[in-house]
C-alpha cells in the first residue's frame, strides 16, 4: 500500500503551469530521487507534498492523511512528513539540541527530559552528539544540515522530503550529508529528494523520476532509467549532466 | 506683585515633570501591549484581520496626534460621558503609538527570513508558535532599536496633551509663565528637561543599534 499517493496534482502561477497533473505513488519505504532541468516543477512538486505550496487541482494524501487547506489539517500532514532545506534553515537563536527539541515540546507535548533524550539519540544517528550545546553559526555547512536531518527526525515522520540539500554545500561537505541520508535509506525510511547528485540517486534510489515541463515524464529503477534511457528528453538531460 | 525665584520655578515644573514621565510610561507600555496584539493580528491568516488592521494603522499614522486627541476628548464627551484630561491623553497616545509600534515591529518580523517561517511550518508548529518561539525572539533583537528611539517620540508627544488641559510640563511651563512673565527662563527650563529625559534614550538607542549589528548573533 502506497504512503504517499499524487493524483492529477496541478499548479500555475499565473499563466505559468508549473505543474499539469503529477500522478505519482510512493511505498513506505521507498527512496526516490526527482530530477530534471531547473523549472521543471520538481521542487514546487515537493514543496505541495507537504503544503508548502497550495495546489490547485488534484489530490496528494500521506498515509491516512489528506492534504487540506486550513492549517490544522496542514499540521496533521506534516506531523507525518518531515522537510529538509538546501538552506538548512536552522534556528540560529537556538543551539543546536534546542533546534533538534523544540517541536516535540511545544507541538506534541513531550516532556524537557524525554526531548532531551530524543534529541540525543538523532544528533548521535546524524554524528553530531557532542555539539549539542553549540549554536548553528558555529558549525559548518555539512554539519548544519545534518542538524536538520535530525530536527526534522525528532518529530518521528513517516517519510522525508529533502529539496536540493547538498547544493548549498561546499563539495568536501556533501558526503557527510549523503553519507547520513545513505543510512536513512537502509533504515527503511522513506525519501523524497529533488537532488543533483545523479550518483546517490543511481546508488540509492529505488526509483528515479525525470520531470520534465510539469509532468513526470519517465520513470523507473535507476539501473535502466540510467543506462537505457527511453525519452528524447531524459537522453539529453542525461547527457547534459553527464553521469 | 510677588517674585519668583529659579528655584521656585524649577521645583514646580519637576512636579509636572512627574505627569509627562507618567504618561509617557504608560503610553509606552500600554501601547506596546496593544501594538503587540496589532502585530499579530496584522500577520494573521485571515485577511479581513489583516485590512481592518492595515485601516487602522494608516489612519493613526495619517493624521495629527492633536487631532486624535480632540476626538478623544471631546468624542467620547458626545455621548454624555465626561472624559477628564488625564484619560483621554491616555487612551490618545495609547492608540497613536500602538500603531508606530504595531508597524515598526512588523518591520522587524517582515526582515526574519522566509526559511524560518517555513522551517517551523515543517515542524508542524502552528502560526501562533512559530511567532512565539521562532521569529519574535530573532525579530526582537532587530526591534530594540527602533522601539526604544520611538519612545523618545511618545516623551515629546505627551507635550500636545497640553492643549486639552493635562497639566503635565509644557502645560506647567506655560501656567507658571503666566504667573511669572518670564517665558524665556521658564521655557527655556522646560526645554532642558525634556532634553535630559530624551537625549539618554536617543543615544542608548543608537548604542544598542551598534551592539546588534556588531555582534549578531545570540
Known sequence: ????????VKKSYGNNAVLRGIDLEINAGEVIAIIGKSGSGKSTLLRCINGLETIDEGLISVGDVLLGRSERELRELRLRVGMIFQQFNLFPHLSVGRNVMI????????????????????LTRVGLAE??????DQLSGGQQQRVAIARALSMQPKALLCDEITSALDPELVNEVLGVVRKLATEGMTLVMVTHEMRFAREVCDRVVFM???????????????????????????????? | MSSFTIWDIVRNLLLALRWTVALSLLSFLLGGTLGLVLLFMRNSRYRILRDIIRVYIEVFQG????????????????????????????????????????EIWRGCVDAIPRGQWEASACLAMN?????????????????????VGFGVQIIKGTAVTSIIGFVELSKAGTIITNATFQ??????LVGLMYFVLCWPLSKYSQFLERKFNVAHRH
Not at chain 1, 1 to 8: D, F, Q, T, Y
Not at chain 1, 103 to 122: F, L, T
Not at chain 2, 183 to 188: A, D, E, M, T
Open chain 1, 1 to 8: 500500500m502506497s504512503l504517499i499517493v499524487i493524483e492529477n
Open chain 1, 103 to 122: 517541536s516535540p515540546i511545544i507541538v506534541k507535548g513531550a516532556k524537557e527530559q524525554q526531548a532531551r533524550e530524543i534529541a540525543q539519540q538523532n
Open chain 1, 131 to 136: 555539539k549539542f550545546d553549540s549554536y548553528p
Open chain 1, 212 to 243: 520534465h515541463q510539469g509532468r513526470v515524464h519517465e520513470i523507473g529503477p535507476p539501473e535502466e532509467f540510467f543506462s537505457k534511457p527511453k525519452t528524447p528528453e531524459l537522453q539529453q538531460f542525461l547527457g547534459m549532466v553527464s553521469v
Open chain 2, 63 to 102: 493624521t495629527p496626534l492633536l487631532m486624535q486627541l480632540f476626538l478623544v476628548f471631546f468624542g467620547i464627551a458626545l455621548f454624555g460621558t465626561e472624559v477628564s484630561a488625564w484619560l483621554a491623553a491616555g487612551v490618545a497616545l495609547t492608540l497613536w503609538s500602538a500603531s508606530f509600534l504595531a
Open chain 2, 127 to 147: 502560526r501562533f508558535q512559530q511567532m512565539r518561539y521562532i521569529v519574535l525572539p530573532q525579530a526582537l533583537r532587530v526591534a530594540i532599536p527602533p522601539t
Open chain 2, 183 to 188: 517665558p524665556f527662563i521658564v521655557f527655556g
